[in-house]
Each structure stands twice: as C-alpha cells, then as structure tokens.
C-alpha cells in the first residue's frame, strides 16, 4: 500500500548533527514533491522543507535554513534531511509526508495526502 | 511569510453537535487552505483541501468553506472518533505554514 516509514531519529547532543530518511512504496516517488513537518513536544505542526519531485528545488522554513539540507533519491524511493548545529529547539517528532497536487479549473492545489508517523528527534546533553 | 490563525484554540463539546472552527490567513490565500485532524501520538489526516475539497474516505459530516483570508472547517454532527486537534494550513506560498491548531474535546 502507499506508505511512507521515517527512520534516523534518536538521542543527539547540541551543536551535533542527524540525518533522516523517509522511505517511500506504494507509489511512483519521482512523481511527487515530498515534505518534512515537524512536531515539538505538546506543540503544533511546523512545515519545515520540502522538495519537487526532480529534486531540483527545495525550499525551507527560515527556523532550519543553512542548517538543514533535503534530499532525494529517486531511483532508490527515499529522502533524507541532513541536519546541522541542532539545538533543544529542533527537539520533535519529524514526519515525511507526500505532497500531492490536484488541478482545479487552470490552478494547482498541493495538499499533504500521505504522511507516515514519525521518527523522533531529542536534543540535550 | 503568511500567518495563519485559528479559533478559538480549544472547544469542548458533545457528541451530536455541530462543531465550527475558523482559520484566518494574514494575506489573501484564495482557496488554497487544506485542514487536516491529529489525534494524539499519531500523524495528521487530511481532511479537506482546497479549502472545501472532501478528501477521499472523509465522512460527509466534514465541510469546509471560505476564500481570501476567511475559512471555516464544520462538523454537522460530532461523533465519538472526531475528537482530536485540527490544522489548518495555507498551501498559496511557501513556506507552507499551518495554523496552531484546535483542540476539540468532550464536553
């Protein structure tokens, strides 16, 4: 079935770095934009990047910008987020989600239709 | 950047009754607004895109409405399941930012 399984989180100490990747089945993958929204604790959904289906775009919230970098790997169905110089603030469940698109009259709409559940994120010392 | 804005931040309510919860955007949007349901310890849901768009397998007692900056998610008749926190998220420019979220909970 169409899924996406987040992998990479753990325990990371400030100022150090992670990556995580986002494995992607069910679906053709290089025919979607793919995101990254993350969750801190008790808190609510923060959009935090997200990439075209080519892989040569990528946007970012100005919270992770120079820190993080997205990527993709199309023939291999995943994505990954290489973060950098993580403070307690990056502390949060990180979720991939599909980005899909629906031509309504002459516009494009994006929505998130598939997300997965979430890989976890701590900083502290 | 556009801000979104939702309220009111929580609401108890029960089961039967009709639930409305309004997103605000700092910019004209048009209808490019989805809303989306979390229940706790699991991912968001898409429940409507464009803002009045139904997504597939969303029960027909969720509707949504608005344009520009005004926008209303609307549960006819609340059931047991609809308990949860919704978002709402503006999908006009990035970043794609989403609104801090409604908690609806049981009266």
């Known amino acids: 079935q169409v899924q996406l399984v987040e992998s990479g989180g753990g325990l990371v100490k400030p100022g150090g770095s992670l990556r995580l990747s986002c494995a992607a089945s069910g679906f053709t993958f290089s025919d979607y934009y793919i995101t990254w929204v993350r969750q801190a604790p008790g808190k609510g959904l923060e959009w935090i990047s997200h990439i075209s289906n080519s892989g040569g775009d990528m946007y970012y919230a100005d919270s992770v910008k120079g820190r993080f970098t997205i990527s993709r790997d199309n023939a291999k169905n995943s994505l990954s987020l290489l973060m950098h110089s993580l403070t307690a603030e990056d502390t949060a469940v990180y979720y991939c989600?599909?980005?899909?698109?629906?031509?309504?009259?002459?516009?494009?709409?994006?929505?998130?239709?598939?997300w997965g559940k979430g890989t976890t994120v701590t900083v502290s010392s | 950047d556009i801000q979104m804005t939702q309220s009111p931040s929580s609401l108890s309510a029960s089961v039967g009754d009709r639930v409305t919860i309004t997103c605000r955007a700092s910019q004209s949007i048009s209808n490019y607004l989805n809303w989306y349901q979390q229940k706790p310890g699991t991912a968001p849901k898409l429940l409507i895109y464009a803002a009045s768009g139904l997504h597939r397998g969303v029960p027909s007692r969720f509707s949504g409405s608005g344009s520009g900056t005004d926008f209303t998610l609307t549960i006819s008749s609340l059931q047991p399941e609809d308990f949860a926190t919704y978002y709402c998220q503006q999908s006009d420019s990035s970043p794609f930012t989403f609104g801090p979220g409604t908690k609806v909970d049981i009266k």
């Open positions: 989600a599909r980005l899909t698109a629906v031509v309504l009259g002459l516009f494009d709409y994006y929505y998130m239709d598939v």
